[in-house]
């Protein structure tokens, strides 16, 4: 398994954290490990989204990925559907914590490839994603804090 995990203080409430990252097309301007997005389906808290995979700029394979949004949490799973589903695990969570100096957000993605890629895409890949991870939190916090002075 490979991790990746970056924190920040943006000066925005949580449901703005969660409504920008879910806004999948618009956050791959942060993410930039998101190609194509696809339909999304949310039924109040919980919900599922296609979007396919970028490692290193190269075009990785589809999936459906399920998540669930609470007060203080967003988390994506492991895809359920697509061929994403053969090739790796996945969770991805954004946890906030509201602070008198802002929301604090610290963003978590664990990769855990199956076999037989894990041999080759992990050791390749740690590094990586944990450079990638925190760049992707600078990003972030420009954008969201963008929106939402120009809303």
Request: proline share 7%.
């Amino acid at each position: 398994m490979i991790v990746g995990e970056a924190t920040t203080t943006v000066a925005v409430p949580p449901s703005e954290v969660f409504e920008f990252v879910l806004d999948l097309k618009r956050y791959r301007e942060a993410d930039r490990k998101i190609g194509r997005v696809g339909p999304m389906q949310r039924t109040g808290d919980s919900g599922t989204v296609r979007f396919s995979g970028r490692i290193k700029g190269l075009p990785g394979p589809a999936g459906t990925y399920p998540f669930t949004v609470s007060a203080s949490r967003l988390q994506f799973g492991s895809p359920i559907a697509g061929p994403a589903r053969w090739f790796l695990d996945f969770e991805g969570t954004f946890d906030c914590v509201v602070t008198a100096a802002g929301t604090v957000v610290t963003h978590r993605e664990a990769f855990d490839f199956k076999k037989p890629w894990r041999w080759l895409a992990e050791p390749l890949l740690r590094q990586w994603l944990e450079t990638d991870t925190a760049e992707e939190m600078v990003r972030f916090k420009t954008l969201v804090e963008r929106d939402n002075e120009a809303s």
